[in-house]
């Protein structure tokens, strides 16, 4: 609504016509004796001052409530960051050894987070929490392993990232699936026959890389990409007498989702690789 102030410059038609100004012509505005009526006729600047008043009132209602920094911009908005995050849903039969760590599932997490793009420098003090526990930056990211029931696997975890100067970023995501070994178990096994390798997906079949390899010297033995599965089989010539076998499986294509909005730079993303392992000893 424009202020009573604004219409100051209006100007009477009728004065314009040499008739009285519209202040004199008290007959508009209400009827007033004679003696008044002169009174008024002779002196309009008291009603012209009280019209002023009421204009200079509203108009100042209108007015903008003044800043403390006044004359100063607004801050510009906080730069976007480059975050990457990775997600490894793992579930171990055993670790290092067959009769170690026995059915061991975990949400192995990393977090890459830079200023700005993915060229950007790493920011190291940041405050990161995925499932409600402290991720720990290491070297130019941050990582945490977190132990889980076997018995109420979730399906979806939570990231929250805290960088001095900006409000915090929180973020829900599913997690798709669990790929998990059935064969072979934590054992002592005869390399003298074949190891038969299997496994089962939760909600989605996808192809898997099976790898085999000697724990104790690093050589790989077993390589296979792209197993439509749910099995495979490593020939007895192969494995290797009186060692540690590892034997992992992991998903051959990632969940991948990307991550949009002011927050994020160009590029930043979630990834999710289901994987799991098993060690066996060999006689």
Known sequence: MRPIMAQAGFRDKTAEAGAAPLAARTGL???????????????PFPAMLVLFAAGV????????????????????????LFVRLSVYPTASLSRYDFNNDLDLYELRVYVELRRGSQEGPPIADALVSASG?????????????????????????NVEIGVKGRAPLRESFPLPDWLVLTEPKPAVIDPGNDLEVRWKYGRFLAPVDVRAYDFRTGKEFFAENHLAGPAALIPASRLPASTIIRVYIIQSWLYKRFLGGPDYARGSEVNVIPWSQVFVRTK
């Open 133 to 157: 526990e402290r991720v720990d930056y290491v070297t130019d990211h941050y990582e945490k392993k977190i132990s889980l029931d076997k018995g109420r696997l979730p399906a979806e975890f």
């Open 57 to 80: 009132l509203c108009a100042a209602q209108d007015l903008p409530a003044p800043s403390s920094t006044t004359g100063s911009q607004a801050p510009p908005p906080p730069e976007p």
């Open 29 to 43: 505005l209400y009827n007033a004796g004679d003696k008044e009526t002169n009174m008024r006729a002779r002196n």
